[in-house]
């Protein structure tokens, strides 16, 4: 008889993480075959043609030029000042909202998502996001005690279905006094979609109405993971103008990471964000995120944390950074162009891509297509109903050679 130790609310299965496997299957085959045979699409990393991680040079220099005690020392809980005052201006730029604005520090994107779960969620309520989502949503939910429902994202015209979206928050709104929505927007992970500004205007007009009938409580959670790689500035932040003046029960949290966007992924460092009408909400967020905060991890990653205000206080470091991520911007668009082109011409079905590092390809299979195209030493990702494919990780030519495999192994599985 096998004896289990752990309690039974963490008894879990042992299991690779499913993008981490995939991707030591890559490697293992890159062993074999040579790197230059393997088309490695599985991590959410922007990498160089040849397979290396890209890393701002500019970012790493000023991190391993901070003073050692800057790096060594704790930060404070909440962050540091000029960090909190740093994310607020990396988040909004040009297009901050009149409202209150607070930001904790958090350890990149995934820990703003952890503090939104247990602090604006009630045991065993029901989170809403798109049925197309990153998987540590689910993770986290059911970490503390709360569950994940989702809207179809598309229509069957592959358009934002806003129907869904309102059945799906009427339904869970008749059932919990709050609800927290996770919209993954500009470059959502994994299709690359991003709402247009007519599109927020749909949904915000729709939750106004809904919150001023019902006068419950609505947390709308914007992660923006993936935003600096989702054109410019007014294409990737226009639509945030309109979170202005929306009802005290609206509340607007902001889940900033530096992972991808200062290619800071390991140094694990980011900022929750709240935007409200209220001055007495925001100072709560503030008092349950720092809360919160000591609970988990305590502190943030102090040198991260100045990295960032040191980049936003030197008008010239700033642009310095942001000219060699439009660099890597401009490399990511090329790529999944390649790939966006190359699927229009051999007639391979794949959900609406805007910006990002990923493109979803819908598909009824995926297992099955995975382990094919595996044949052909292509390693992606399959979701429940696709496969995702990862622009950032090859370079052009292997975008376009992929597009062939993966129609030619969709056709015969
Ligand atoms: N949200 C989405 C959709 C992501 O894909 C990621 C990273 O892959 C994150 C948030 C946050 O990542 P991190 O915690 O590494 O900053």
Not at 264 to 293: H, K, N, P, Q, V
Not at 315 to 340: G, I, M, P, Q, Y
């Amino acid at each position: 008889m096998s004896t289990t130790m752990v309690a039974p609310h963490s008894k879990r299965p042992i299991a690779d993480d499913k993008v981490f496997a995939a991707n030591k299957k890559a490697q293992e085959a890159a062993k074999k075959v040579g790197a230059e045979q393997v088309i490695n699409s599985t991590l959410g990393a922007l990498m160089e043609d040849d397979g290396s991680l890209s890393v701002m040079q500019s970012v790493m220099k000023t991190f391993k030029d901070l003073p050692d005690a800057e790096i060594a020392a704790y930060a404070p809980i909440a962050g540091l000042p000029d960090f909190q005052q740093a994310a607020e201006k990396a988040v909004f730029d040009e297009y901050r909202p009149a409202g209150h604005v607070r930001a904790v520090a958090t350890p990149g994107g995934s820990g703003g998502i952890r503090h939104a779960v247990w602090n604006y969620m009630e045991a065993g309520d029901t989170m809403l996001t798109a049925d197309w989502y990153w998987a540590p949503y689910k993770t986290i939910t059911e970490e503390h005690g709360r569950k994940l429902d989702t809207f179809q994202l598309f229509d069957e015209n592959k358009a934002f279905n806003l129907p869904s979206f309102k059945e799906k928050v009427e339904e869970l709104l008749g059932k919990q006094e709050r609800l927290l929505i996770m919209m993954n927007t500009p470059a959502h992970n994994p299709t690359g979609y991003s709402l247009t500004e007519e599109e927020w205007k749909e949904v915000l007009d729709y939750l106004k109405e809904k919150q001023a009938k019902d006068q419950k409580k609505i947390i709308l959670y914007l992660d923006i993971a993936y935003i600096d790689f989702a054109g410019d500035m007014k294409t990737s932040r226009g639509f945030m103008k309109q979170f202005e003046n929306l009802p005290e029960s609206i509340l607007v949290l902001v889940g900033y990471s530096m992972s991808k966007a200062f290619t800071f992924y390991g140094l694990r460092c980011g900022a929750l964000l709240c935007l409200s009408s209220s001055e007495e909400i925001a100072d709560e967020f503030m008092a349950a995120g720092t809360f919160s905060s000591r609970a988990c991890w305590s502190n943030g990653t102090r040198g991260a944390q100045k990295l960032l205000a040191k980049v936003y206080s030197d008008e010239s470091l700033l642009k310095k950074v942001n000219e060699e991520r439009d660099s890597f911007k401009k490399l990511l668009e090329t790529r999944a162009h390649a790939f966006v082109e190359e699927a229009e011409m051999v007639g391979l079905e794949i959900f609406p891509y805007r910006a990002g590092f990923f493109i979803t390809i819908p598909c009824e299979n995926p297992d099955k297509v995975a382990d094919e195209l595996a044949k052909n030493h292509l390693f992606l990702l399959p979701l429940g109903r696709g496969l995702r494919f990862a622009p950032c990780a090859v370079s052009e030519a292997k975008c376009r050679k992929s597009v062939r495999f993966i129609k030619e192994a969709m056709d015969k599985v």
